[in-house]
């Protein structure tokens, strides 16, 4: 190994300098001459934090700053949460690792006296900033208040009284990573909360002409997370979703086979749609394509419209 130094670029959130410094950890394990710094890169996602996040808009809110450092050539990699990356890079830089995957689970963290969701008195105000989230509880539950949520893990956690709601929905991968897991009051089954695209698999992105950088993160890539999100990362681009829209999919590998669900649905949660399969997995980005073609023929298009065209997205760049 003749490289002396590695450059992460990196959020700054409690979550992100977590993901960082475990990559930084490996590699300083596994390369013990390395050094391995990380720079903290502020994103436009970090920087709106009083808008939900669907009507600030775009793709790549909180990656965009960081891939133009690193085509700027001031890092070295980038470490993502892979629920955050645009189905399309820059040109020279590409998704060289994921990672294996954490609990890919949401969660629930309940005010005191309950003990499941379904539980929660009629009308129960519950705190998540996700479109996906809201319309999977809505169709289980109509008579929920969805109340916009933003900040740290930390900071949506301490909203629940703050913010006098019945519950927050949180992603069970950052509470583990943070050390909050005694939190949870309730895991959502991936059949009741379908998880967002990459839900729980960090990402590592590099240059793609950066043989011996990639060389020397390949050791990070876990085959059967990776054959998973890739069919998740195929049908959320065949339907042209971002990750603010309610998409979600959910791929897990059982020996040679992969299982696979994807989801569209409107931001009530009164129109869903769901297909499940199961191929080998060398077939996982072909599977997420048809999966979505599917969901498509059954009207995810016309769903999807809809979404584009609800007030939750009618947001000038003056109100942002």
Avoid at 2 to 13: C, E, N, Q, V
Avoid at 20 to 40: H, I, Q, R
Avoid at 84 to 107: A, N
């Amino acid at each position: 190994m003749s490289k002396k130094l590695l450059r992460i670029g990196t959020r700054a959130s409690q979550l992100a300098l977590w993901q960082a410094n475990w990559v930084k950890s490996e590699l300083e394990k596994k390369y013990p001459g390395l050094e391995v710094t990380l720079t903290k890169i502020k994103t436009q996602g970090d920087k709106i934090l009083d808008v939900p996040l669907a009507m600030v808009g775009g793709k790549g809110l909180f990656v965009k700053e960081i891939e133009e450092a690193m085509l700027r050539g001031e890092i070295d990699i980038a470490v993502h949460s892979m629920k955050d990356v645009p189905t399309i890079f820059p040109e020279g830089l590409g998704l060289r690792c994921i990672t294996k995957r954490e609990d890919p689970r949401d969660i629930a963290i309940l005010k005191p006296g309950f003990s499941s969701f379904r539980d929660l008195p009629q009308g129960a105000r519950i705190g998540t900033s996700s479109l996906r989230r809201k319309a999977q509880l809505l169709h289980l539950r109509p008579d929920f208040q969805m109340v916009d949520i933003r900040g740290n893990v930390e900071t949506r956690i301490r909203k629940l009284t703050e913010d006098d709601l019945d519950a927050v929905i949180l992603a069970a991968a950052g509470m583990n990573r943070l050390g909050f897991a005694s939190q949870v009051s309730e895991y959502l089954a991936t059949d009741v909360s379908i998880p967002a695209i990459g839900q729980g698999a960090l990402g590592i992105e590099s240059r793609l002409d950066d043989d011996e950088t990639n060389a020397m993160i390949d050791f990070f890539n876990h085959p059967d997370t990776a054959w998973a999100v890739k069919a998740e990362r195929a049908l959320l681009a065949r339907l042209e979703g971002g990750c603010q829209v309610p998409i979600g999919a959910y791929g897990e590998v059982c020996g040679s086979e992969l299982t696979f669900t994807g989801y569209v649905s409107d931001v009530e949660g009164k129109k869903m749609l769901k297909k499940t399969v199961t191929c080998p997995v060398e077939e996982a980005e072909q599977t997420g394509i048809s999966v979505a073609d599917d969901l498509l023929m059954q009207g995810a298009g016309a769903i999807l419209n809809e979404v584009y065209n609800h007030e939750t997205f009618n947001v000038t760049r003056e109100d942002v």
